[in-house]
């Protein structure tokens, strides 16, 4: 109830001027602050000079951002468009073999890059996975992978592990930890679809062809072994649609570039000392558009992964779902490959249809826990996890208190219109604990406690007030697009 229910046009357009003027109101905010503060020593290290004709200096302070699409763009770029030929080719002279030659190509390129000490520990982890899932017992593959995961997450073994891998470059440290990391990921998927196969076993060569492949060997996203062993026929008009993505995708890096130049929402909330002088409304927008970005470098960067892998006939992740349109934990993730993981083995898994409060626990639990493995165990992780594993155990707790008498009562009195909105102000306040769980994660935790303190209790009532009604527009305005999509999908 609520979802279906529409809204008069008038009140959706006085939602649409609210938020638009909003956002352009924080954001003014945010680029008085850029400006005025581009020579702080402060900024030193994270704003550099940029594209010259702009004159003004770029935020770099996302390394992951830079190394993609400036300092090692060449490399990535040289490496994905070899591997698009040599499969191209290959395809054509031998179509049924097109996994194996994936699979010889990418572990080459592995050998080549990180050297054979790494390549040795990579093929261990999936010599102990692959014995393992040969015993068909689902409780001994994720024991296994665990451990193995453990060890390169945790010390003293993943120090040890590390200098196994011989040479020193740059991206040396995060081409080891995501290598291993998504290797174990793909191994424990293999495993534990081996488990379910009824006749017979998976062969070691298909692990290898599924593990080996390149453009998700080091970067994600992690694409489940049964999905990537069904490949796929090319659809119509699937070349169109790839080079339109193609060439989205370079736009949204032209812009969030261009966007670098004026808005230093990156550096701005290092600098604790800055932060405390600037506006609550200067706050909101920077706390929003940092989940924003992250997003965007998601969708961006996998995306550009994903475009080859459709070349390939593959049907990879799809981007995650955007920040701007969640207002629910259940839909919160920032890597879809990661996510689709976790539910199909975890969190679905033992949490069945999610109506049962203990095994939502449970579930919610087992999947965070394995989360804060994958991420690296420390206070910040904790706390992350802790939070957003609350948020989505009070969702259900709510939806399961508002269902009993004499709420659901009067909920079925009013009008749906009526129901729409009231759900839309707890959705409101919903988001913006999504905002303030995560913005820890890519900021820190001074940045958030400061963020949620200006907003909740320094900036009550007018501050608090005028953000969640600007929240309430957005809220509603995504509820009218997923009621249009719902209609269109009902009629097809």
Not at 9 to 26: D, K, N, P
Not at 48 to 76: L, S
Not at 121 to 131: A, N, R
Not at 458 to 470: E, I, K, M
Request: proline letters at 3%; one cysteine or more; glycine letters at 6%.
């Amino acid at each position: 109830m609520g979802i279906k229910a529409a809204l008069p046009r008038y009140e959706l357009y006085l939602y649409t001027a609210v938020l638009g003027g909003a956002l352009i109101w924080a954001a003014s905010w945010i680029f008085e602050a850029s400006s005025e503060n581009v020579n702080r020593k402060a900024f030193k290290e994270s704003v550099k000079p940029g594209w010259h004709y702009f004159g003004r200096k770029m935020d770099v302070a996302d390394f992951e951002w830079i190394m993609w699409f400036n300092t090692f763009r060449n490399h990535i770029l040289f490496a994905l468009v070899g591997h698009v030929i040599f499969a191209k080719i290959f395809t054509l002279v031998a179509p049924k073999h097109r996994s194996l030659v994936f699979g010889v190509y990418g572990g080459l390129a592995v050998l080549v890059t990180m050297g054979w000490t790494f390549m040795a520990l990579v093929l261990s982890h999936c010599i102990i996975l692959y014995s393992v899932a040969l015993v068909k017992r689902k409780w001994m593959c994720f024991t296994a992978g665990l451990i193995t995961l453990a060890s390169i997450k945790l010390e003293p073994y993943n120090s040890w592990q590390e200098t196994l891998v011989t040479g020193s470059f740059n991206l040396q440290d995060i081409l080891f930890y995501g290598g291993c990391g998504f290797s174990i990921f793909r191994c424990m998927s293999f495993a534990l679809e081996n488990c379910e196969k009824k006749d017979g076993n998976y062969t070691f060569s298909d692990l290898l062809k599924y593990n080996f492949y390149l453009p998700f060997f080091f970067f994600g996203p992690i694409m489940t072994f049964d999905r990537y062993h069904a490949q796929l026929t090319r659809k119509d008009r699937e070349m169109w649609n790839i080079t339109i993505k193609a060439f989205l995708h370079l736009g949204v890096i032209l812009l969030v570039d261009v966007f670098f130049h004026y808005l230093y929402i990156l550096t701005i909330p290092s600098d604790m000392k800055l932060v405390t002088r600037l506006s609550d409304w200067c706050l909101a927008g920077l706390a929003y558009s940092n989940l924003v970005y992250d997003w965007v470098k998601a969708a961006v960067m996998f995306g550009v992964i994903n475009t080859v892998a459709t070349l390939d006939h593959l049907d990879p992740p799809q981007p995650p779902k955007c920040l701007t349109m969640l207002y629910v934990f259940a839909e919160t993730h920032f890597d879809r490959g990661i996510n689709d993981w976790l539910c199909k083995y975890v969190y679905d898994y033992i949490g069945g249809n999610h109506d049962k409060i203990f095994k939502e626990l449970l579930a919610t639990t087992c999947t965070f826990a394995i989360t804060t493995l994958w991420l690296g165990p420390c206070e910040l992780v904790y706390i992350w996890s802790f939070f957003n594993c609350f948020g989505l155990n009070f969702e259900l707790w709510v939806a399961k208190f508002f269902s009993l008498p004499p709420f659901s009562t009067i909920e079925g009195a009013m009008g749906e219109a009526m129901s729409r909105r009231i759900r839309g102000v707890f959705n409101s306040a919903n988001f913006w604990a999504i905002v303030l769980y995560n913005v820890l994660s890519l900021n820190s935790l001074d940045f958030a406690k400061l963020v949620g303190r200006r907003l909740i209790v320094r900036g009550f009532p007018l501050s608090t007030l005028s953000v969640l009604f600007v929240t309430y527009c957005g809220v509603q305005l995504v509820k009218e697009r997923e009621r249009q999509q719902a209609l269109i999908l009902k009629e097809k």
